[in-house]
């Protein structure tokens, strides 16, 4: 059995709107993540350059939406060399949330592993953006399925495989099932600011499953589910976060909080305490020492792709095409009885 390995889960307030503010600070909380031994650090959803909150307080909001393209990641960047060089330089694997900038300035929500060695092993688009977001965000395609990859860690760890899933990813059957698939030991899951379900309010205007209760519940879950362990990752939103998205009367950001960042074991199982205080606006690092064995015997009463599996009764079908907004437009080879206008696209089935 390979020696338990140490995994940093962030608790932290991005610089909000603002890339490169945003991507140093990611480079510290790398560095300090190494420091204190951790070979794998995790980021909640959309940490650079945040998470744009104010979409649950007013739908359309074009001063914010415009500095929120320009400050958003491209995959392709200096930006993002930081991210990979901070990576190899304290020789620790890094999963980053972060709001994608494509090469024609679309918008994703999209997760990169980088490998210790600083390399990108893959990177992938939330497969459908949750209901406000997608007023900001486009969707994911074929690719986007490859979510799980093995790092090699090195002596005394040797190779694991992680995952990830971005937020109400969490909710959504078949794509659970398909990342379970995969053979994950450790999944991060990835949320933005959340609160907890307001006590004694009846009347919330909000759902139960977004808030800090709600989302915790199906980390926890999908633990259950995949017999992983589940790297539960919360950013924060202080004031100053709230001034610069002016989200006072919103679903989220409304108050200072937001961070709820945990680890949870293979059967469910809660393994890490809030930091500091309990305040939910507290910013570090949760850290914790997992043991795979444990999630070897979780598998032995619960493999929901293997022994507890029936593919002669239920299966799942995946096109894992990517899908592009342009094809190409081949010609077939025609006998001069055939019409002319039989053609083939390239890329399309």
């Known amino acids: 059995m390979a020696a338990p390995i140490r995994v940093a889960v962030t608790q932290a307030e991005p610089v909000y709107l603002d890339l490169e503010a945003s991507i140093a600070k990611a480079c510290g909380l790398i560095a300090d993540a190494a420091k204190n031994g951790a070979k794998l650090v995790a980021f909640s959803e959309c940490w650079v350059p945040g998470y744009p909150a104010w979409i649950w307080a007013r739908p359309v909001d074009m001063e914010l939406q415009t500095r929120y393209i320009y400050n958003a990641l491209p995959v392709e960047s200096r930006a993002m060399d930081q ?35 600083g390399e990108v092993l893959t990177h992938r688009r939330k497969i459908r953006p949750t209901h406000m977001e997608r007023t900001v965000f486009g969707d994911g395609s074929g690719g986007d399925l490859n979510n799980v990859v093995e790092i090699d860690f090195g002596a005394p760890h040797g190779k694991i495989r992680v995952g990830c899933l971005a937020c109400w990813e969490h909710t ?11 053979r994950e030991a450790i999944h991060v899951a990835m949320w933005p600011p959340i609160d907890p379900f307001p006590a004694g309010v009846n009347d919330f205007p909000g759902l139960w499953s977004m808030t800090a209760d709600g989302c915790q519940n199906l980390s926890q879950t999908y633990a259950v589910e995949s017999t992983a362990y ?28 937001g961070g709820h960042s945990c680890v949870i074991a293979p059967d469910g199982r809660r393994l ?4 500091g205080d309990g305040s939910a606006a507290t910013e570090g690092l949760v850290y ?45 080879a025609v006998d001069r009885d055939e019409q002319a206008d039989d053609v083939h696209l390239e890329g399309l089935p």
């Open 83 to 117: 991210v990979k060089a901070a990576a190899k330089e304290n020789s620790i694997a890094v999963v980053l949330g972060f709001a994608e900038q494509s090469p024609s300035q679309s918008l994703y929500i999209s997760q990169a592993i980088i490998s210790p060695q």
């Open 230 to 257: 589940v790297l539960h990752s919360t950013s924060v939103c202080t004031q100053k976060g709230i001034d610069v998205l002016k989200t006072q009367d919103g679903l989220v950001c409304a108050r200072p909080g």
């Open 172 to 182: 959504q059957p078949l794509l659970k099932y398909h990342t379970i698939v995969q």
């Open 272 to 275: 890490t305490a809030p930091l």
């Open 288 to 332: 914790a020492d997992l043991d795979l064995s444990k999630a070897v015997a979780a598998k032995g009463f619960l493999d929901i792709v293997g022994h507890y599996s029936r593919p002669d009764l239920l299966w799942l079908g995946v096109d894992r095409r990517q899908k592009e907004p342009v094809v190409t437009v081949r010609p077939k």
